[in-house]
């Protein structure tokens, strides 16, 4: 079993920054690959946004985040990360954290992970 719990989320300006974080528990957390996803409230669909290899050496990113997200994991600590930059009020949403044992290369297909964190809010005020 592993457990996800993220943290980092908060209230920010729009064009402001944060940075989320995502522990696993489990010995094996190098061999996952990571992703994170966002939902809105009020939509039923989690929205893909970046997902990491299991060694951090490719990365995959939604349109909407390319070249303002960046997801980035540290083996040692069994925690990746999201870096967000020129964040926009339609970044808001519960961004959650998933991990496959299935894949070890980077996916956006929600279906192939195995396990979810809590998520964390972020708000993004204009």
């Known amino acids: 079993q592993v457990q996800l719990v993220e943290s980092g989320g908060g209230l920010v300006q729009a064009g402001g920054s944060l940075r989320l974080s995502c522990v696993a528990s489990?010995?094996?957390?190098?061999?996952?690959?990571m992703a994170w996803f966002r939902q809105v409230p009020g939509k039923e669909e989690r929205e893909f946004v970046a997902s990491i290899s299991w060694k951090g050496g490719s990365t995959m990113y939604a349109d909407s985040v390319k070249g303002r997200f960046t997801s980035s994991r540290d083996n040692a600590k069994n925690t990746v990360y999201l870096q967000m930059n020129s964040l926009k009020p339609e970044d808001t949403a519960v961004y959650y954290c998933?991990?496959?044992?299935?894949?070890?290369?980077?996916?956006?297909?929600?279906?192939?992970?195995?396990?979810w964190g809590q998520g964390t809010q972020v708000t993004v005020s204009s």
């Open positions: 998933a991990a496959t044992l299935r894949v070890i290369v980077a996916t956006p297909r929600g279906y192939e992970y195995d396990y």
């Open positions: 489990g010995d094996s957390f190098k061999t996952y690959a």
